[in-house]
C-alpha cells in the first residue's frame, strides 16, 4: 500500500439523515470538501482533469478523494476571487464553520459543527485548533490577521485529538503557505475600496543558490471604521494592520530540506461595535448623568466615553526539517511564539463615564513536534509521532470607575442621597463609594506544559480495504496564580456581618464569637440580619459586583489541573472504484481543563459555602474558612472546568467524475463535560456542561457542465441538543436545543471563465451564496431571561477579474452586496438590568484590485 498523492491508494432527524445517505448512495459520486480549486487552470475551471485536490489532513500528502476524514479545502485562487481576506471570511465558503470577532480585535470564536470556544479569556483551552505551516496557535489573537501568500486551508470537521492533540475536541484549521521556490517569481496586489480600505500585499520568491530558495511577503490593511462613536466624533470598526515573513528553504540534498519560517504582524485598531438591543429600565439614569446610548441597532452609531484601543503584536520563528527515504519520512517542527495583546476599552458601552477596563496579556509558546511515517508497498502502513507544548501566560488588568459610576448608581438605588447615608452609618469617608480611580486590580498567571505521543497504523488486507487504528495519549499540566485587589468601599463590607457587628455592639466579628452566643440570641440576629424590612443595607447588595479577590494558590487551592488521556479512532475505508471511495469511522477526542483567569475566578462550593448573602459570620464550616481564608463578600465558582471528552461515529462517501462531484458525511458527535463560558451581566461564569451532542450531513457538490462554467453547492445540517446542562446561568438546559446553532447553512458559488481567443486573457466571474437559516440566538440572559433574539443570514459576495496574459489583473469585488443584516451575538447590559447589548453583523464593502504576477 503506497501513500500517492496521485494514484489509488427513526426521529425526525434520524429519518432526514437516511434520506440524505440514500442519495449518496445513487449519486455519481460523493466526499466531503468545500470549494477548493487547485491551479490557475481548476480556479477558472478550463479543465476537467486539474480538480486533483492535495491535502494534508491525515499529516500524510493525499488526495481530497482518498482522505477518509470530513475537511474543507479552500484554495489559494477561491481566497483570491472571493477576496478572503482572513479567517473571519472563511466561514463564507466552509459551512461547518462559524467564526465572530467580538468585543475587540484579538476576541473571536470558531465554532465548527456547533462546537467552540469565546477566545475572552487567555486561559481558556480551544475547541477549535488553529494551525499555519504546521505550527499551533493556541490563541486565536495569534490567527487573526490578514491571509497572505496561502496555498490553501483545511478545515477539518469533527474531533481530531488523535493527531493534533488536546486543542482539536471540536475540529481543526490548517492554513498552509507557499513555500520559497528555485524559479523567482512573485506577486504584487493593491485595492481600494468602501471606508477608504487601501490595501497592499505581495510577496516575491526565487533561488539564492542551487541549494537554497527564499520568500517574502507582506501585507498592509488600512480602513476608517464603519462604525461612529457619535458624541467623539470618531471611528470604530476600523483596520490597520500589517504582516510581514520570511521563509528559507534549503535543499542540501533530494532526501533532505530544511524550511525555515519567521513573522511579524500588528495591529491598532479601535474595536468593535456595540450597539443596544434593548434599553431596560436602568437607560434614564445614563442620560440622567449625561450619558447617551442609541437603540437603532443597524445604524452602526453608537456612545462611549472613549476610543476603545487594542494593540496586537505577534511573532514568532519555525524550522521544519524532512528527510526521506524511499519507504521512510520524518519530519520535525520546532516553533517559539510570542503574543502581546492590549486592550483599554468602555465596558459599559454608553457615553456616561461609568467604568472602564484594561488588559495586558503576554503569551509565550515553544513547541516541539516529531513523527516518523512509512510508505511502504506492503500491506501495513504507520505514522508515529510525539508533540511537546510549554507556555506561559501573564496578564495585568484592572477596572476603573468614571466620575459618572457614583452619580450612576446612586440613581439606581431610587435616592441621589443613598450613598452618603450608607457612608455615614457604616463609618466611610464621604464620597467614598464608588469613587472616581481604581475599582478592581489583577494579576494572573499560567504555565502549562503537555506532552502527547500518537500514531495511526494501516492495513490494507486487499486491494482498496484500508483499516486504520490511531491513538494519541496526552499528559497536561497547568500551574495558575490569580491575585487581585477589590478597592471599592462598600464592596469590602458584607452587609449581614455589619449589621450583626452593630447588633452586638462590636463584639461578634467570627463564626466562633457568632456560635458562642445563646441559642436564641443567634436565631434572633440572624432573622433580623437577613431580613431587608429589618436590614434595609440589604437593599445595596447588588451593588457590590467587584468584591474582594480570595488569592489562588492558597493553603486549600493549590492552583494547579493534571489532565492525562487516551484518545484512538478506528477506521475502515473502501475504495468502490476509481472514482468513488468510502469510510466509516468511530473517533475520540480530548480537550484539557481550562483555567478561569479573569476576576470572576471563585472557589468551587465545598471548598467554601458562603452564610445568607455571602456572609461569613453565618457561613458554614468549610475548609476555607476554617484556614481563616474568607474575605468579605465571597462566594463561590470555579478556578477552572474540567476536561471535555468528544467522540464521533462518522460516514462517508468520496468520490468524483469529469465534470461533477457530490460528496456526503453524516455524523453523530457527542460531547462530554462541554467547558461553558457564559457572560452573566458582571461576570464570566466557567462550567463543566454536563453533555452536549449534535447530529447531522455535510453534503459538497461541484458541477462543470462546460469548460470555464463551475458551480459549488455546499450544505451543512446540524441538529444539536443539550443532552444535560443542569447548572446553566438561565437554569437546566437538558433536553433542549443550544441556542446560536442554525439547523443549516450553506455556501454556494458559480464561477464563469471567459477566454478570449488563443491570447491567454481572461475574464473571471464568480458569484457566492452563504446562509445560515433562521435561529434563536441564545438559551436566555441570565439577568433579562427568556427573550426571542434571532439571526438570519443571507449573504451574496461577487467578483470580476480580468486576468491578462502578461501577468497584470484588474478587477472589482463586493461582500454582502445586498448588505444583509443580522445580529451576530446578544449579552446582558454590562452592570445595566433589564438592557441588552450586542453586535450588528458588518454592513457591504466592495472595491477596485489591480494586481501583477511575475
Same mark, same amino acid.
Given at each position: 500500500?503506497?501513500?500517492?498523492?496521485?494514484?489509488?491508494?427513526?426521529?425526525?432527524?434520524?429519518?432526514?439523515?437516511?434520506?440524505? =445517505?440514500?442519495?449518496?448512495?445513487?449519486?455519481?459520486?460523493?466526499?466531503?470538501?468545500?470549494?477548493?480549486?487547485?491551479?490557475?487552470?481548476?480556479?477558472?475551471?478550463?479543465?476537467?482533469?486539474?480538480?486533483?485536490?492535495?491535502?494534508?489532513?491525515?499529516?500524510?500528502?493525499?488526495?481530497?478523494?482518498?482522505?477518509?476524514?470530513?475537511?474543507?479545502?479552500?484554495?489559494?485562487?477561491?481566497?483570491?476571487?472571493?477576496?478572503?481576506?482572513?479567517?473571519?471570511?472563511?466561514?463564507?465558503?466552509?459551512?461547518?464553520?462559524?467564526?465572530?470577532?467580538?468585543?475587540?480585535?484579538?476576541?473571536?470564536?470558531?465554532?465548527?459543527?456547533?462546537?467552540?470556544?469565546?477566545?475572552?479569556?487567555?486561559?481558556?483551552?480551544?475547541?477549535?485548533?488553529?494551525?499555519?505551516?504546521?505550527?499551533?496557535?493556541?490563541?486565536? +489573537?495569534?490567527?487573526?490577521? /490578514?491571509? =497572505?501568500?496561502?496555498?490553501?486551508?483545511?478545515?477539518?470537521?469533527?474531533?481530531?485529538?488523535?493527531?493534533?492533540?488536546?486543542?482539536?475536541?471540536?475540529?481543526?484549521?490548517?492554513?498552509?503557505?507557499?513555500?520559497?521556490?528555485?524559479?523567482?517569481?512573485?506577486?504584487?496586489?493593491?485595492?481600494?475600496?468602501?471606508?477608504?480600505?487601501?490595501?497592499?500585499?505581495?510577496?516575491?520568491?526565487?533561488?539564492?543558490?542551487?541549494?537554497? =530558495?527564499?520568500?517574502? /511577503?507582506?501585507?498592509?490593511?488600512?480602513?476608517?471604521?464603519?462604525?461612529?462613536?457619535?458624541?467623539? *466624533?470618531?471611528?470604530?470598526?476600523?483596520?490597520?494592520? @500589517?504582516?510581514?515573513?520570511?521563509?528559507?528553504?534549503?535543499?542540501? &540534498?533530494?532526501?533532505?530540506?530544511?524550511?525555515?519560517?519567521?513573522?511579524?504582524?500588528?495591529?491598532?485598531? =479601535?474595536?468593535?461595535?456595540?450597539?443596544?438591543?434593548?434599553?431596560?429600565?436602568?437607560?434614564? +439614569?445614563?442620560?440622567?448623568?449625561?450619558?447617551?446610548?442609541?437603540?437603532?441597532?443597524?445604524?452602526?452609531?453608537?456612545?462611549?466615553?472613549?476610543?476603545?484601543?487594542?494593540?496586537?503584536?505577534? #511573532?514568532?520563528? &519555525?524550522?521544519?526539517?524532512?528527510?526521506?527515504?524511499?519507504?521512510?519520512?520524518?519530519?520535525?517542527?520546532?516553533? #517559539?511564539?510570542?503574543?502581546?495583546?492590549?486592550?483599554?476599552?468602555?465596558?459599559?458601552?454608553?457615553?456616561?463615564?461609568?467604568?472602564?477596563?484594561?488588559?495586558?496579556?503576554?503569551?509565550?509558546?515553544?513547541?516541539?513536534?516529531?513523527?516518523?511515517?512509512?510508505?511502504?508497498?506492503?500491506?501495513?502502513?504507520?505514522?508515529?509521532?510525539?508533540?511537546?507544548?510549554?507556555?506561559?501566560?501573564?496578564?495585568?488588568?484592572?477596572?476603573?470607575?468614571?466620575?459618572?459610576?457614583? %452619580?450612576?448608581?446612586?440613581?439606581?438605588?431610587?435616592?441621589?442621597?443613598?450613598?452618603?447615608?450608607?457612608?455615614?452609618?457604616?463609618?466611610?469617608?464621604?464620597?467614598?463609594?464608588?469613587? %472616581?480611580?481604581?475599582?478592581?486590580?489583577?494579576? #494572573?498567571?499560567?504555565?502549562?506544559?503537555? @506532552?502527547?505521543?500518537?500514531?495511526?497504523?494501516?492495513?490494507?488486507?486487499?486491494?482498496?480495504?484500508?483499516?486504520?487504528?490511531?491513538?494519541?495519549?496526552?499528559?497536561?499540566?497547568?500551574?495558575?496564580?490569580?491575585?487581585?485587589?477589590?478597592?471599592?468601599?462598600?464592596?469590602?463590607?458584607?452587609?449581614?456581618?455589619?449589621?450583626?457587628?452593630?447588633?452586638?455592639?462590636?463584639?461578634?466579628?467570627?463564626?466562633?464569637?457568632?456560635?458562642?452566643?445563646?441559642?436564641?440570641?443567634?436565631?434572633?440576629?440572624?432573622?433580623?440580619?437577613?431580613? %431587608?424590612?429589618?436590614?434595609?443595607?440589604?437593599?445595596?447588595?447588588?451593588?457590590?459586583?467587584?468584591?474582594?479577590?480570595?488569592?489562588?494558590?492558597?493553603?486549600?487551592?493549590?492552583?494547579?489541573?493534571?489532565?492525562?488521556?487516551?484518545?484512538?479512532?478506528?477506521?475502515?475505508?473502501?475504495?468502490?472504484?476509481?472514482?468513488?471511495?468510502?469510510?466509516?469511522?468511530?473517533?475520540?477526542?480530548?480537550?484539557?481543563?481550562?483555567?478561569?483567569?479573569?476576576? /470572576?475566578?471563585?472557589?468551587?462550593?465545598?471548598?467554601?459555602?458562603?452564610?445568607?448573602?455571602?456572609?461569613?459570620?453565618?457561613?458554614?464550616?468549610?475548609?476555607?474558612?476554617?484556614?481563616?481564608?474568607?474575605?468579605?463578600?465571597?462566594?463561590?465558582?470555579?478556578?477552572?472546568?474540567?476536561?471535555?471528552?468528544?467522540?464521533?461515529?462518522?460516514?462517508?462517501?468520496?468520490?468524483? @467524475?469529469?465534470?461533477?462531484?457530490?460528496?456526503?458525511?453524516?455524523?453523530?458527535?457527542?460531547?462530554?463535560?462541554?467547558?461553558?463560558?457564559?457572560?452573566?451581566?458582571?461576570?464570566?461564569?466557567?462550567?463543566?456542561?454536563?453533555?452536549?451532542?449534535?447530529?447531522?450531513?455535510?453534503?459538497?457538490?461541484?458541477?462543470?457542465?462546460?469548460?470555464?462554467?463551475?458551480?459549488?453547492?455546499?450544505?451543512?445540517?446540524?441538529?444539536?441538543?443539550? /443532552?444535560?446542562?443542569?447548572?446553566?446561568?438561565?437554569?437546566?438546559?437538558?433536553?433542549?436545543?443550544?441556542?446560536?446553532?442554525?439547523?443549516?447553512?450553506?455556501?454556494?458559488?458559480?464561477?464563469?471563465?471567459?477566454?478570449?481567443?488563443?491570447?491567454?486573457?481572461?475574464?473571471?466571474?464568480?458569484?457566492?451564496?452563504?446562509?445560515?437559516?433562521?435561529?434563536?440566538?441564545?438559551?436566555?440572559?441570565?439577568?433579562?431571561?427568556?427573550?426571542?433574539?434571532?439571526?438570519?443570514? *443571507?449573504?451574496?459576495?461577487?467578483?470580476?477579474?480580468?486576468?491578462?496574459?502578461?501577468?497584470?489583473?484588474?478587477?472589482?469585488?463586493?461582500?454582502?452586496?445586498?448588505?444583509?443584516? #443580522?445580529?451576530?451575538?446578544?449579552?446582558?447590559?454590562?452592570?445595566?438590568?433589564?438592557?441588552?447589548?450586542?453586535?450588528?453583523?458588518? %454592513?457591504?464593502?466592495?472595491?477596485?484590485?489591480?494586481?501583477?504576477?511575475?
Amino acid at each position: 500500500m503506497k501513500f500517492n498523492a496521485f494514484g489509488r491508494a427513526l426521529s425526525t432527524r434520524n429519518a432526514m439523515l437516511a434520506g440524505v =445517505a440514500a442519495v449518496g448512495l445513487v449519486l455519481p459520486a460523493a466526499a466531503m470538501a468545500q470549494d477548493a480549486e487547485t491551479g490557475a487552470d481548476a480556479a477558472s475551471g478550463n479543465s476537467f482533469d486539474d480538480d486533483i485536490i492535495i491535502v494534508t489532513a491525515t499529516k500524510r500528502e493525499q488526495t481530497l478523494q482518498e482522505t477518509p476524514i470530513s475537511v474543507s479545502v479552500t484554495s489559494g485562487e477561491t481566497l483570491e476571487q472571493a477576496q478572503i481576506r482572513d479567517v473571519l471570511d472563511l466561514q463564507t465558503v466552509a459551512p461547518s464553520l462559524r467564526v465572530s470577532q467580538l468585543q475587540n480585535s484579538s476576541s473571536s470564536t470558531f465554532i465548527i459543527r456547533g462546537f467552540g470556544n469565546g477566545d475572552n479569556n487567555f486561559g481558556i483551552e480551544p475547541s477549535v485548533g488553529v494551525f499555519i505551516d504546521g505550527v499551533f496557535r493556541s490563541r486565536s +489573537a495569534s490567527s487573526l490577521n /490578514d491571509l =497572505a501568500n496561502v496555498q490553501r486551508i483545511e478545515v477539518l470537521n469533527g474531533p481530531q485529538s488523535t493527531l493534533f492533540g488536546k486543542n482539536a475536541s471540536a475540529g481543526v484549521i490548517s492554513v498552509i503557505t507557499r513555500a520559497p521556490q528555485f524559479e523567482f517569481g512573485g506577486s504584487v496586489e493593491a485595492s481600494y475600496g468602501n471606508y477608504n480600505n487601501i490595501q497592499v500585499k505581495g510577496d516575491v520568491t526565487g533561488p539564492i543558490s542551487e541549494n537554497i =530558495a527564499f520568500s517574502i /511577503d507582506g501585507s498592509y490593511n488600512k480602513r476608517d471604521g464603519y462604525g461612529t462613536i457619535v458624541n467623539l *466624533n470618531q471611528d470604530v470598526n476600523e483596520r490597520n494592520r @500589517w504582516t510581514a515573513r520570511g521563509q528559507l528553504l534549503i535543499e542540501p &540534498s533530494s532526501d533532505f530540506k530544511i524550511r525555515a519560517m519567521a513573522d511579524y504582524s500588528n495591529i491598532d485598531e =479601535a474595536c468593535c461595535v456595540v450597539s443596544t438591543l434593548v434599553a431596560g429600565p436602568t437607560a434614564p +439614569a445614563v442620560f440622567a448623568v449625561g450619558g447617551a446610548l442609541n437603540t437603532d441597532f443597524f445604524s452602526y452609531d453608537i456612545y462611549l466615553n472613549k476610543v476603545p484601543v487594542n494593540k496586537v503584536k505577534n #511573532y514568532g520563528g &519555525s524550522v521544519q526539517a524532512d528527510w526521506s527515504t524511499d519507504a521512510l519520512t520524518v519530519t520535525s517542527i520546532t516553533a #517559539y511564539r510570542k503574543l502581546k495583546n492590549f486592550v483599554d476599552q468602555d465596558v459599559d458601552f454608553t457615553s456616561a463615564d461609568i467604568v472602564s477596563e484594561i488588559r495586558d496579556q503576554r503569551v509565550n509558546t515553544f513547541t516541539q513536534e516529531v513523527r516518523i511515517a512509512s510508505d511502504f508497498d506492503g500491506p501495513l502502513n504507520f505514522l508515529l509521532g510525539g508533540f511537546y507544548f510549554d507556555e506561559s501566560v501573564k496578564q495585568n488588568s484592572s477596572l476603573t470607575t468614571g466620575t459618572a459610576a457614583r %452619580p450612576f448608581f446612586a440613581l439606581l438605588t431610587g435616592n441621589p442621597a443613598t450613598f452618603n447615608g450608607v457612608e455615614a452609618a457604616l463609618g466611610l469617608p464621604q464620597n467614598s463609594i464608588f469613587s %472616581p480611580g481604581p475599582l478592581t486590580s489583577e494579576v #494572573y498567571s499560567m504555565d502549562n506544559t503537555s @506532552w502527547s505521543v500518537f500514531g495511526t497504523v494501516d492495513f490494507e488486507p486487499v486491494d482498496g480495504l484500508v483499516f486504520t487504528g490511531g491513538f494519541n495519549y496526552t499528559k497536561d499540566k497547568k500551574n495558575f496564580a490569580l491575585s487581585g485587589v477589590a478597592y471599592d468601599e462598600l464592596a469590602n463590607i458584607n452587609l449581614v456581618d455589619a449589621f450583626i457587628f452593630g447588633a452586638t455592639g462590636g463584639t461578634v466579628t467570627t463564626p466562633a464569637q457568632f456560635a458562642a452566643l445563646p441559642a436564641a440570641n443567634q436565631a434572633a440576629i440572624r432573622a433580623a440580619a437577613t431580613n %431587608p424590612l429589618v436590614n434595609p443595607l440589604l437593599g445595596l447588595t447588588p451593588f457590590q459586583f467587584q468584591p474582594p479577590f480570595l488569592t489562588i494558590p492558597n493553603a486549600v487551592e493549590d492552583g494547579k489541573t493534571r489532565d492525562s488521556d487516551f484518545s484512538y479512532t478506528l477506521r475502515a475505508s473502501y475504495e468502490i472504484s476509481n472514482n468513488l471511495n468510502t469510510y466509516f469511522s468511530y473517533a475520540t477526542g480530548f480537550k484539557a481543563s481550562s483555567i478561569n483567569l479573569s476576576r /470572576d475566578s471563585r472557589p468551587a462550593f465545598g471548598d467554601y459555602i458562603p452564610g445568607p448573602v455571602r456572609s461569613t459570620i453565618l457561613a458554614p464550616t468549610s475548609p476555607i474558612l476554617s484556614a481563616g481564608l474568607a474575605v468579605p463578600n465571597l462566594g463561590t465558582g470555579s478556578r477552572f472546568a474540567g476536561p471535555e471528552n468528544a467522540e464521533v461515529f462518522e460516514f462517508g462517501l468520496k468520490g468524483q @467524475w469529469e465534470g461533477l462531484s457530490v460528496n456526503l458525511a453524516l455524523f453523530d458527535q457527542k460531547l462530554k463535560g462541554f467547558q461553558s463560558f457564559l457572560f452573566t451581566g458582571t461576570g464570566f461564569q466557567l462550567s463543566n456542561a454536563g453533555k452536549q451532542s449534535v447530529k447531522g450531513f455535510e453534503l459538497d457538490t461541484r458541477i462543470q457542465p462546460t469548460k470555464g462554467l463551475v458551480f459549488t453547492f455546499a450544505m451543512t445540517y446540524l441538529d444539536p441538543l443539550f /443532552d444535560s446542562f443542569t447548572q446553566s446561568p438561565v437554569g437546566d438546559l437538558s433536553g433542549k436545543r443550544p441556542g446560536g446553532i442554525p439547523s443549516i447553512n450553506i455556501a454556494t458559488s458559480a464561477t464563469h471563465t471567459k477566454e478570449f481567443g488563443g491570447s491567454g486573457t481572461r475574464l473571471i466571474t464568480r458569484v457566492d451564496f452563504s446562509h445560515e437559516s433562521n435561529t434563536k440566538i441564545n438559551n436566555g440572559l441570565p439577568t433579562f431571561g427568556p427573550n426571542n433574539f434571532h439571526r438570519e443570514v *443571507n449573504l451574496v459576495n461577487a467578483s470580476m477579474t480580468l486576468a491578462m496574459s502578461n501577468g497584470f489583473e484588474i478587477g472589482a469585488y463586493a461582500r454582502n452586496l445586498l448588505n444583509d443584516k #443580522y445580529i451576530l451575538t446578544v449579552f446582558d447590559g454590562v452592570a445595566q438590568a433589564g438592557t441588552v447589548s450586542g453586535y450588528p453583523s458588518a %454592513p457591504r464593502t466592495y472595491g477596485a484590485v489591480a494586481r501583477y504576477k511575475f
